[in-house]
């Protein structure tokens, strides 16, 4: 039994490892889930307009008509257009203001008069000549061209385009990112958005053709900002900031949405194709639709916006792959489906879906199904593999589909990413036989008691035994195919009358599950609890439809007296007490010494001073006296001063034990301590002198 | 023989405080002066003993900036005394100055100690 744990075990970490290896996700398409949560996130707040900000306002409606729901809401139009036209009459709006309003006139299509537009246009023509940064550019060129496309005036340029185009051009860096302004030498990649979406304006706006080798340079430009694209192990790319300021900064999905907007918005205008990887085009699109549904208004907005882009971008269309359903059921022979859409869901060019190969996650190598067309259903606009081939068991398999375009013109415009790696789980009954209990004698293994088992239906068996015999319990699992099955979870539990559980493996060997439960080496595990146990059988697995978990009867125990020093058995725990709120903890300090009274030691404080006094006391009984201080005038300073300089020391010693620290103290007792050398010498070696005279004399 | 003893007693203090009275003056003062000390020391050992060593950093630098200044004292007197041939060469100046930076540095590290 021992040994089969163990080949479980192993079995189950080459499944593991092998399924890390094999990390393969799948990515829906934006479907109906993302449209009710469009509708719960951006909900109007402010009298049927949907914030104050035009801003917010101009998110909901473009991620409402690019999910094709803006119709629902009609009631919004007319007190968001007239914050609109009130943002372009006023004159102190900044370009942003008025390029957010451009940005929702563009799609509510309000009744401004033509007037205000010219006042507007000039307003903004004197911005872009003005601008010194960055975002300068990019909201007034951006509002010129919302207002050039939404009042097709033909006769609305930019003054000075080249201009204007090698002013923007000029804050790029030599790495494809771009700098906000000119003395800001941070380099972004967001910005680098923002600036390829300003030149894709100037473009637009030109009155000329603007010069050939400055579109050039700006496309190797989002060639080298693509060098230092970011990947995920699922094969999904994205751009992230490669400074992270944590005061502004806006994360990989505003910063890869900006840079899809900007190289799209590029691409769309300049002349010549733009030679961008389609992997990595493909890898964006797997970004932004591995995030699910946002949470967030501005990032939700920022998902489906981006999709919008990679939808209709003149770069490369990807397409995304997905499945409906990756379980399998043999039992209701469910027919593998598969759907090819754009990023928003809208169906594929003509194409052909070919099953490359399928093979068990297990057992590596072995391909069970090879270069299979799937049928198209044109109805429901799925390729589907109706029948799965006889060697196909239960069991978790890599599916891999390649996507093949019918028109190799079409192969310019989608790309499909080549081969795509899906986990499949194919499910079905297992069948159980020869399921049997039976007690058995210790010493020779006779069968005492024998009793079949029914696992698919009711069991109430009930047994006896003591602690010199032993119970088995032995089945059989195979799979519909008739080969072994091993379960994730193949378990017996005993239950005893107080609740006590325990819990044994039943290990296998091929299709034979048996396990041997000798009572005589369990009676401490099991408390010397004699009386009635319960049995539970518990088979479990994830490609098993018929997983159970079966009460067989009981068994009634007759284990010996326990002797004194038993173990008990440990306390029940309550499962919800053990996630619950822990008791309160009470710190506990340590209790204050006991002080003495206070007079007492002051009386102490004034005993020390009699010695003092009995000092001074004694020193006038001796006739001590200050004869041989100094009386010239330059060793009495000096003396003066020695004195003065050892009374400093000792009252910075006060202050050290007051206040200072050692550091400070040190550097003082270092100045006052030369002094005082000095000082001191010249003093001594004054007395020195005198009372050498006095001797010679 | 209890009388001989107490007057032999007497005797041997007296002949002690006659040969004292020969002492310099400047060697009596530095011997009040390591009395005065010690007396502060004793004087907070008994303040221990009743109320206990709590702090006991505290009662450590007390007693021991007493002690330390009785030694230095005593060895000052060592050095000063024109009786002892082995400092005749050193200027008692030399000595005081010695005592001095000694009892700094003592202090120094009393203050560090004393919390």
């Known amino acids: ?697 | 023989m209890v009388r001989s003893t107490g007057n032999d007693a007497q005797a041997l203090f007296h002949a002690l405080r006659s040969a004292y009275a020969a002492t310099p003056t400047n060697l009596k003062i530095i011997d009040l002066f390591v009395g005065f000390a010690v007396c502060t020391a004793l004087i907070q050992v008994a303040y221990m003993a009743i109320v206990g060593s709590f702090p006991f950093n505290s009662f450590l630098s007390g007693v021991l900036s007493c002690i330390g200044t009785a030694v230095l004292a005593v060895c000052l007197r060592i050095q000063v005394n024109k009786e002892n041939k082995e400092f005749k060469d050193l200027a008692p100046e030399r000595a005081f100055a010695d005592f001095v930076l000694c009892n700094l540095v003592l202090h120094l590290v009393i203050m560090n100690f004393l919390g």
């Open chain 1, 1 to 697: 039994m021992g040994r089969g744990n163990l080949g479980g075990g192993f079995a189950l970490l080459i499944l593991v490892v092998s399924s890390i290896y094999q990390a393969a996700a799948i990515f829906h398409p934006i479907s109906d889930s993302h449209r009710s949560a469009a509708l719960d996130l951006f909900t109007p707040v402010h009298h049927g307009s949907f914030s104050s900000s035009l801003e917010e306002a101009y998110e909901a409606l473009r991620t409402f008509e690019i999910l094709g729901i803006i119709e629902n809401k009609p009631d919004v139009g007319a007190a968001t257009c007239h914050t609109v036209s009130e943002t372009f009459r006023s004159t102190s709006s900044t370009s942003k203001d008025l390029y957010h309003a451009s940005k929702v006139n563009s799609i509510l299509k309000c009744d401004v008069d033509s007037k205000v537009f010219e006042g507007v246009v000039s307003r903004l023509q004197a911005a872009v000549s003005d601008a010194g940064s960055l975002l300068d550019f990019y909201y007034s060129i951006g509002s010129l061209v919302l207002i050039k496309d939404r009042t097709s005036k033909e006769d609305l340029h930019l003054v000075d385009a080249e201009g204007v185009f090698h002013s923007i051009k000029a804050l790029s860096q030599s790495d494809g990112r771009w700098r906000y302004s000119s003395n800001n030498p941070e380099s972004s990649t967001s910005a680098a958005g923002f600036a390829l979406e300003a030149l894709a304006g100037v473009v637009s706006l030109a009155s000329s053709e603007i010069d050939q080798s400055m579109i050039g340079t700006t496309k190797s430009d989002i060639l080298k900002l693509f060098d230092s694209i970011e990947k995920y192990d699922d094969g999904a790319f994205y751009f992230d900031e490669k400074v992270v300021d944590a005061s502004d900064h806006q994360g990989p999905l505003s910063t890869t949405s900006s840079v899809v907007r900007g190289v799209m918005a590029f691409a769309a205008v300049a002349s010549g194709s733009l030679n961008l990887p389609g992997d990595k085009i493909l890898g964006l699109a797997k970004f932004f639709l591995g995030i699910g549904i946002p949470g967030d208004a501005k990032d939700f907005f920022n998902q489906v916006n981006s999709l919008a882009c990679l939808e209709s971008n003149r770069v490369s269309v990807p397409l995304i792959l997905s499945l409906p359903a990756t379980v399998l059921s043999l039992t209701k022979k469910t027919p593998l489906e598969v759907r090819v859409n754009t990023v928003l869901g809208s169906n594929a060019p003509p194409l052909s879906v070919n099953l490359v190969r399928a093979s068990n996650s297990g057992s590596k190598g072995a391909s069970i199904i090879e270069n299979q067309e799937l049928k198209f259903d044109p109805e429901n606009a799925v390729y589907i593999l109706d029948v799965l081939p006889k060697g196909v068991d239960v069991g978790k398999y890599v599916f891999v589909f390649e996507v093949v375009l019918h028109d190799s013109e079409l192969k310019k415009v989608y790309v499909t990413g080549g081969q795509t790696q899906v986990p499949i789980f194919v499910t079905g009954v297992i069948k159980i036989d020869n399921a049997e209990v039976a007690v058995l004698d210790s010493d020779l293994g006779n069968i005492e008691i024998q009793k079949k088992l029914d696992l698919a239906g009711e069991n109430a068996v009930s047994l006896s035994a003591n602690h010199l015999e032993k119970l088995r319990l032995s089945f059989q699992l195979t799979t519909p195919l008739g080969h072994a099955f091993k379960p994730h979870q193949a378990i017996l539990k005993l239950i005893h009358e107080t609740k006590v559980e325990h819990i044994f493996m039943v290990g296998s060997s091929g299709k034979q599950f048996e396990i041997v439960l000798d009572f005589l080496g369990l009676i401490e595990k099991f408390f010397y609890f004699s009386g009635k146990y319960d049995m539970q059988l518990i088979v479990g697995d994830a490609v098993m439809e018929n997983s159970f978990l079966q009460a067989l009867g009981n068994v009634e125990l007759d284990l010996p007296e326990p002797p004194e020093k038993a173990p008990r058995p440990p306390l029940p725990v309550d499962p919800y007490s053990r996630y619950g709120p822990k008791a309160e903890i009470s710190h506990i300090f340590r209790s204050p010494e006991k002080r003495p009274a206070k007079e007492l030691s002051l009386a102490f404080l004034g005993l020390t001073f009699l010695p003092f006094i009995g000092f001074l006391v004694g020193l006038l009984r001796l006739g001590a006296n200050l004869k041989n201080f100094p009386t010239s005038a330059v060793p009495a300073t000096f003396a003066i001063l020695f004195q003065l300089g050892i009374a400093a020391v000792l009252l910075l010693y006060a202050l050290f034990w007051l206040k200072l620290d050692l550091f400070t103290t040190l550097r003082t007792l270092g100045f006052l301590g030369a002094f005082l050398m000095f000082v001191g010498h010249r003093t001594l070696s004054h007395l020195a002198a005198t009372s050498a005279k006095l001797k010679s004399a």
